[in-house]
């Protein structure tokens, strides 16, 4: 049964760069979209965007152009990093397994499923 | 962005009891609409795909329907294990957006 686990720094200062990975087993990171999304209690869950294992990516365009995803297949491992971070940052970061689907022919991903288990991480001097 | 509203915003039920709650997506999503569901402390996780498809080990209690706009998840007979938050999700439109969810809580 595939399994996510997210790891990276529990703490990290304003405006420098949050950084996580995600380490996937029981399964291959080829041939599907894998997502990092984030939880905060002002603005629930937000989709901050994917990597296909190819390395094509989408983000959210609310993160202003502040976000980059990278993918390590020889190690199964999925990274993202979110650049000149505020208070505004601090969540639970998960990333996400999604299939591929084509919706008005064009590849996308679908739902999320299944997910790691999260990991707070807090933006503060 | 596609707006996605959940109503109502809490509820308190009995156990046996049907429970409704609504999503409306702010334009036309299709079926394109999956259920979530996150027990406190813990990741969401997948309850229903594509508006009404049950996931994999889902109790059967569980139901989803709609396509459009307007879109419904049911428990059909509430449990104690079904003390949760309950989020909607589109996927029809980048970027993918979540409703603000239901916390759904025993009387």
């Known amino acids: 049964q595939v399994q996510l686990q997210e790891s990276g720094p529990r703490l990290v200062k304003p405006s420098e760069t949050l950084s996580l990975t995600c380490t996937v087993s029981e399964d291959s990171i080829s041939n599907y979209f894998w997502t990092w999304l984030r939880q905060s209690p002002g603005k629930g869950l937000e989709w901050i965007g994917y990597i296909h294992y190819t390395g094509s990516t989408s983000y959210n365009p609310s993160l202003k152009n502040r976000v980059s995803m990278s993918v390590n297949r020889s190690k199964n491992q999925f990274s993202m990093r979110l650049t000149f971070v505020t208070a505004a940052d601090t969540a639970i970061y998960y990333c996400a397994r999604s299939r591929i689907t084509f919706i008005r022919g064009v590849m996308a991903p679908n739902w999320f499923d299944p997910w790691g288990q999260g990991t707070l991480v807090t933006v503060s001097s | 962005d596609v707006q996605m509203t959940q109503s109502p915003s809490s509820l308190s039920a009995s156990l046996g009891d049907r429970v409704t709650i609504s999503c409306q997506a702010s334009?036309?999503?299709?079926?394109?609409l999956n259920w979530y569901q996150q027990r406190p402390g813990k990741a969401p996780h997948l309850l229903i795909y594509?508006?009404?498809n049950l996931e994999t080990g889902v109790p059967s209690r569980f139901s989803g329907s709609g396509s459009g706009t307007d879109f419904s998840l049911t428990i059909g007979s509430l449990e104690p294990e079904d003390v949760a938050t309950y989020y909607c999700q589109q996927y029809h439109h980048l970027p993918l957006t979540f409703g603000a969810g239901t916390s759904v809580e025993v009387k």
């Open positions: 334009q036309d999503i299709g079926t394109y």
């Open positions: 594509e508006a009404s």
